[in-house]
């Protein structure tokens, strides 16, 4: 893939006075536009990988290149231009006590003039569903709101990617849904790269592609329901399969012929009427 | 059943008189058994943690009454002490109340406020490091150095050293990774298996399904539903509308109700959905 917006060779980083590296050897292309999610159990490498793809990290060895600029002290700023990133908890994103003071915060640091950062600003928060709260203050937001305000904040600054780093994590049933259902959004209607870190398996399966990360290494990758075939493989990394998935192989085991790779409750409703109902 | 926690008619309202005033609870009743497990659901801003709250005395209850085993926590008479021994809470994200330079001075703070001699802290302190299932190997560690998913368990092991006799945890399995949430759901299972009433918020149906016996769910301040979980789930629209989900399995019941198969009701764990439909297709085999 020569087009490639995200380009990983051997890219690798240790911690200081760390014994094992905490990505150990990653290569990896991703496509402009494409929707990646990352899967792997805490201390994965997970979150180091994201970290590098932002220049928060410079790594120890190999390369990363992001938007064909090769990730380094140097050209930290050149680098986060590109890659923008949201974290896991809302309360620690937030640095202003008006919605749109903070979601100007990144635009003022650039000296961009007043009339752009407004521009930018209230479109930002059109996006996002926030345009009418953007005199609140954050502290009467709920989490969903706030992390849809740490977006606004990233989106204002255009960048062509965005790594979301268990950006769900704590967040309720309907902040996840919506933080989920935007950055999706966002992918899908501006062409924004996404980089998707998540525990949840029900957002993994709908990524365009999966990888799943143990002791710092690429240990699968693929489609969706390619990774998740893998159910003995991807129970013994710590994570989950989805549900249905688990329901296919029960059935199998009893003997009714159900695909194994059937993913979504509508997939095994349909599949077991064609079974004959 | 014996109750251990009794809430009647409680109201609680957050700046009353003010732009800001926010009824967090609204009429709320419920009944807690000795021994039972449990679930306490709601989507953000139904009034879990403020329920939460009152039934540990963190918040005083007005207009309502609170009973814990017995005790009014309204009245004046009543030493709250008395209340927290009985009631061990855990708050959501508990490992930030970390504080101790090793694990065992931690899990021992609490104990050592009670005045207990030596010999009876360490014993509670190992009780309950045992309990959480974390090694004596970690007694002179820092907690700061553990990961975050052991860092919760000292935590929890400091609640569990005051030998509370109901134990209610706030989102217990928040941000952890799924073999850590099922580690940590395995634990808490343990602990009620020991003897210990416990309560759990959560927004995980799936996981208040597999471990609750009885279930709670606050909407807006109110109790919307309640009962066995089997009898929670079949309201799949009515959750859904309250901003919650139902088990991946429930709905797929619910899909296959609507297209005519004869699926039970109340059927929400995998085993019982698997059941039914190997039962439809005439295999009646054992699903797990």
Redesign the interface.
């Known amino acids: 893939m020569s087009d490639a917006i995200l380009r990983l060779r051997d890219a690798a980083f240790q911690y200081d006075g760390a014994e094992d590296r905490a990505v150990d050897g990653v290569s990896l292309d991703v496509a402009p536009g494409e929707f990646l999610a990352i899967l ?4 994965s490498g997970k979150s180091t990988l994201a970290r590098m793809l932002n220049a928060l990290l410079i790594p120890t060895s190999g390369a990363v290149e992001v938007g064909g600029i090769a990730v380094s002290e140097e050209n930290a700023y050149a680098v986060r231009e590109i890659c923008g990133m949201v974290f ?1 908890n809302p309360d620690n994103q937030i640095v202003a006590t008006v919605v749109e003071e903070d979601c100007a915060f990144g635009l003022e640091n650039r000296g961009v003039p007043p009339e752009e950062i407004r521009r930018r600003v209230d479109e930002a928060l059109t996006e996002v569903g926030m345009r009418e709260r953007a005199l609140a203050s954050p502290s ?1 937001l ?3 709101q706030k992390q849809r305000i740490a977006i606004a904040g990233v989106l204002a600054m255009r960048p062509k990617v965005i790594a979301f780093d ?1 950006s769900t ?7 996840r849904r919506d933080v989920f259902e935007l950055a999706r959004r966002i992918n899908r209607e501006e062409g924004v790269t996404v980089v998707w870190i998540t ?1 949840f ?1 029900e957002e993994a399966v709908r990524a365009d592609r999966v990888i799943v990360m143990d002791r710092g290494r690429i240990e699968l990758e693929g489609t969706p329901r390619e990774v998740f075939s893998n159910v003995q493989e991807v129970l013994a990394l ?3 399969v ?3 998935m ?2 296919a192989r ?2 199998r ?4 012929d159900v695909p194994m790779d059937t993913l979504t ?2 997939e ?2 349909e599949e ?2 064609k ?3 | 059943m014996r109750s251990v926690i009794e809430v009647r008619h409680l109201t609680h309202v957050y700046m009353p008189d003010s732009p800001f005033e926010a009824r967090a609870l609204d009429d709320v009743s419920l009944t807690v058994n000795e021994g039972e497990f449990v679930g306490l659901i709601g989507h953000t801003g139904s009034g879990k943690s403020t329920l939460v709250s009152h039934l540990n005395a963190l918040e005083k209850s007005e207009p309502g009454t609170v009973f814990v085993r017995g005790i009014d926590l309204g009245a004046k008479e009543t030493k709250l002490s008395d209340v927290r021994r009985e009631v061990g809470l855990v708050f959501q994200y508990p490992e930030y109340q970390l504080f101790e330079e090793t694990v065992e001075r931690d899990i021992a703070f609490g104990p050592a406020n009670l005045k207990l001699d030596e010999e009876e802290i360490r014993r509670r302190v190992r009780a309950a490091m045992e309990l959480v299932g974390l090694d004596e190997s970690l007694r002179e560690a820092s907690p700061f150095n553990l990961s975050g998913g052991q860092k919760r368990r000292v935590a929890i092991a400091g609640v569990l050293a005051m030998n509370p006799s109901i134990l209610i945890l706030d989102e217990p399995a928040a941000g952890l990774d799924p073999a850590g949430r099922r580690g940590m759901l395995e634990l808490i299972r343990g602990i009620h298996e020991s003897g210990v009433t416990v309560v759990m918020v959560s927004h995980s149906m799936d996981d208040v399904g597999k471990y609750c016996d009885r279930l709670y769910v606050l909407s807006h301040g109110k109790i919307a539903l309640s009962g066995a979980p089997a009898e929670v789930f079949v309201h799949g629209e009515e959750l859904r509308g309250m901003g919650l989900d139902v088990p991946e399995c429930a709905k797929l019941a619910a899909a296959l109700r609507a297209r005519g198969f004869d699926v039970p009701g109340g059927a929400y764990s995998r085993a019982d959905v698997a059941a039914a439909i190997l039962k439809r297709f005439g295999k009646g085999g054992d699903a797990e």
């Open positions: 792997g159990r805490n201390g896991q009467m709920s989490g969903g268990e994590a704590m967040l309720d049933p309907v902040g525990h398996m710590g994570l989950d989805p549900e249905m688990k329901l029960d059935l085991a009893a003997g009714l409750v509508e095994m409703a077991l009427c079974c004959g109902a």
